[in-house]
């Protein structure tokens, strides 16, 4: 009958242009959830009450909100080519990417608001509020069920405009979409994103309602133990239909009593009742409902321990699939708009946003550094930037962290194609371990005439590519060596 009214009232805005499904939405946001199949009454806090949608809703919100958002600023070459890029520290978006965006409000809590909005509604908004020279100093959300988005005028093209919906049932003034942040989950329209509960509030309505059966089968006792069932034409007086329910219930009622005997006279017998929960395949059903609203968010199933643990072997490639499957996706969103709305046209090509991964990524202490050391020997990372990036260390004092190695023997990048022994910081920690070695008081005994003391197999050294400075510095070290231990000997 309902649904008879509901397309009767649906056909006669159809000339307004309102469809049976726009109908629906304006019936969901009038009564706080339509009823579905099922005949629970589905909204996005009644959606909460759900385990699985709370948990999928959690998790994703509090990691979005847990990952640090930087503001980069890329640098540039002598060329004019982008080089690299630095954290923006200086900038006005760092503050509020990291620390508080309003009065009211951290940047943690915000993140996770609009996540949580984000994936309640299929929208989360959030007005701008700039100083005088155009920069972001807070973001201030709006709830998206009070919020109205339109166009200026009445063509298509016009631009956006917002309206808030005030508690004292008025309307705000409408805000022009450049002074508001708007994040859309996936839409079809291009100018809002749809609504995920009203999307699936069959799969939540069943799970609602399965819920809801069990929690009434065990607050009535709908399950009948047995019953006792008496010869045909039977009839107890009061007195003794009595004395055989006090039997049976001072004999077989609880849990002390299970697994008794039951002994009936005069032809009376037990009967088996019937499982409604098993019938009904109660547990099955919860966990069916329970996958789909896991798959609708693409959450891992062993996340939310719908399947059975993963072994400790597979636990980095699970959070590695989190992290690119599930998380990915809503955080290129939030970059992708962190642009679009409160970067101006003009710090474009030198500003932007990214979320760091880090945390999520580290894998077992083993694994980690075996990642690090190949990093460190093939030059791509300094002893500092390891420090930084993975320990949260300061750098080494005076600079001794800042070079980059390559695993040839541990030369500097840059010195491809020479030998260890001829590059110049190997040659450089010759002549100070030289220094160190020589006895207090007693001269450098190296020769200033560059071929004093050459002998025949300095061919073959060169041969080996070693230069005349480095052969002499070797074979003075060499000597004195032998010179030390030869006074030893003799004292």
């Not at 620390?99 to 909005?117: D, G, H, K, T």
């Not at 499957?325 to 101006?344: G, K, M």
């Amino acid at each position: 009958m309902f649904n008879l009214v509901r397309r009767a009232a649906a056909q006669q805005f159809s000339g307004a242009g309102l469809s049976l499904s726009d109908f629906d939405r304006v019936l969901d946001s009038m009564y706080s959830g339509f009823p579905v199949w099922s005949g629970a009454t589905v909204s996005q806090q009644a959606a909460l009450t759900i385990s699985t949608f709370w948990s999928c809703v959690a998790y994703i919100s509090d990691d979005i909100a847990t990952l640090p958002t930087l503001p980069y600023r890329r640098t540039f070459g002598k060329d004019g080519e982008p080089n690299g890029k630095k954290i923006a520290y200086d900038h006005y978006l760092y503050p509020l990417l990291m620390q508080q965006v309003n009065p009211e409000l951290s940047s943690w809590r915000f993140f996770q608001l609009m996540q949580c909005w984000l994936m309640i509604w299929g929208n989360a908004v959030a007005e701008i509020v700039e100083n005088g020279r155009g920069q972001v100093m807070q973001l201030w959300p709006w709830r998206w069920d009070r919020v109205k988005v339109t166009r200026v005028g009445e063509q298509e093209s016009g631009p956006l405009q917002y309206q808030y919906h005030l508690r004292n049932g008025q309307w705000t003034q409408p805000v022009p979409a450049y002074r508001m942040l708007h994040l859309r989950g996936m839409g079809i329209d291009g100018v809002t994103g749809m609504d995920p509960v009203d999307l699936q509030k069959q799969t939540l309505g069943l799970n609602l309602g399965i819920t809801e059966h069990g929690a009434r089968y065990y607050k009535h006792g709908a399950k009948m133990g047995g019953i006792v069932q008496g010869p045909a034409g039977t009839k107890l007086n009061d007195k003794a239909f009595e004395r055989l329910q006090k039997t049976i219930h001072d004999q077989h009622e609880g849990s002390t009593q299970a697994w008794r005997m039951l002994i009936l006279e005069d032809g009376f017998t037990w009967k088996e009742a019937a499982d409604n929960m098993i019938n009904a395949a109660f547990i099955p059903s919860l966990t069916m409902t329970a996958q789909d609203i896991a798959r609708f968010y693409k959450m891992p199933l062993t996340k939310l321990g719908l399947s059975p643990t993963a072994p400790a072997s597979a636990a980095e490639e699970l959070s590695l699939e989190y992290v690119l499957f599930t998380l990915s996706p809503w955080t290129a969103n939030w970059q992708n708009q962190i642009h679009c709305d409160l970067l101006s046209s003009r710090e474009n090509a030198t500003i932007y946003t990214a979320f760091n991964y880090k945390n999520l990524l580290i894998g077992n202490h083993k694994d980690m550094a075996t990642f690090i050391s190949s990093l460190q020997d093939r030059g791509d990372l300094s002893a500092d930037e390891v420090r930084e990036m993975f320990l949260d260390l300061n750098a080494q004092p005076d600079g001794i962290g800042a070079d980059y190695w390559k695993a040839v023997n541990m030369s500097p990048v840059g010195d491809e194609g020479k030998t260890s022994l001829t590059s110049p910081a190997n040659v450089q920690q010759v002549q100070k371990v030289k220094k160190k070695q020589l006895p207090q008081g007693e001269p450098d005994d190296q020769p200033d005439d560059k071929d004093k003391g050459k002998t025949n197999g300095h061919a073959s050294l060169h041969g080996m590519g070693l230069s005349d400075n480095l052969i002499m510095a070797l074979t003075d070290f060499v000597i004195q060596q032998v010179g030390a231990q030869a006074r030893e000997r003799l004292n």
